[in-house]
């Protein structure tokens, strides 16, 4: 009797064991290739070591990025939450995602993530943003990861000069951004 209570608490920390280690065995693909609409901006192919795509800024408009998430393990998992975190007041603001995305054992999945441009009056048209990761938590089995993907290549968008940017002021102290 003293050997089966042993073997089963051994068997139950075991499983307890293993449940804790699962996000250590999530296996996404680490280098993801993003998606954007055509007009969204340009392809430059030249600009950096793997290119960049270069957004244009169209105050209040929204675009959306497709980001490929390829799930190399047994298991399958949740995409809870996308970001491509840049601080406060983004050039880039989420709006809409199509989260949480279920992604099968070996599958992969699209999530797929709405920004709209805006805060330009924050940014001088010498300043640019890029973005070469997107942030990614999930679960697996209940347990929460976190994941950094990087993007093939990076995603670039420039400030704006004052005349495309219609909540910007000509007083330089009326525009500075909290970091």
């Known amino acids: 009797m003293i050997l089966l209570l042993k073997t089963a608490s051994l068997g139950v920390a075991g499983l307890a ?3 804790a280690l699962l996000p250590l065995g999530v296996r996404l693909d680490p280098e993801v290739a993003p ?14 070591r793997e290119g960049t795509f270069a ?3 169209r105050h209040q408009d929204e675009v959306t990025m497709s980001v490929p998430v ?4 047994p298991l ?11 601080g406060p007041l983004p050039l880039l603001v ?3 995602d199509n989260l949480p995305v279920e992604v099968g054992a070996w599958g992969e ?3 797929e993530l709405t920004f709209r441009f805006d805060n330009c009056r924050y940014y001088h048209e010498r300043s640019a943003v890029t973005w070469d990761r997107v942030d990614l938590e999930g679960s697996v089995l209940g347990r929460g990861f976190d994941r950094e993907l990087e993007l093939e290549y990076p995603i670039a968008l420039h400030g704006q000069v004052i005349r495309n940017c219609p909540d910007r002021t000509l007083v330089r102290g009326d525009d500075v951004r909290p970091h």
């Not at 390829?70 to 393990?73: A, E, H, L, R, Y």
């Not at 399958?76 to 840049?86: N, Q, Y």
């Open 94 to 96: 989420p709006v809409a």
């Open 70 to 73: 390829d799930n190399g393990g």
């Open 109 to 111: 999945e699209v999530v």
């Open 17 to 19: 064991a293993g449940w």
């Open 76 to 86: 399958p998992i949740t995409i809870d939450a996308a970001d491509l975190d840049d």
């Open 35 to 48: 998606s954007l609409p055509v007009d969204a901006g340009l392809q430059i192919r030249e600009y950096g």
């Open 55 to 57: 957004l244009h800024y």
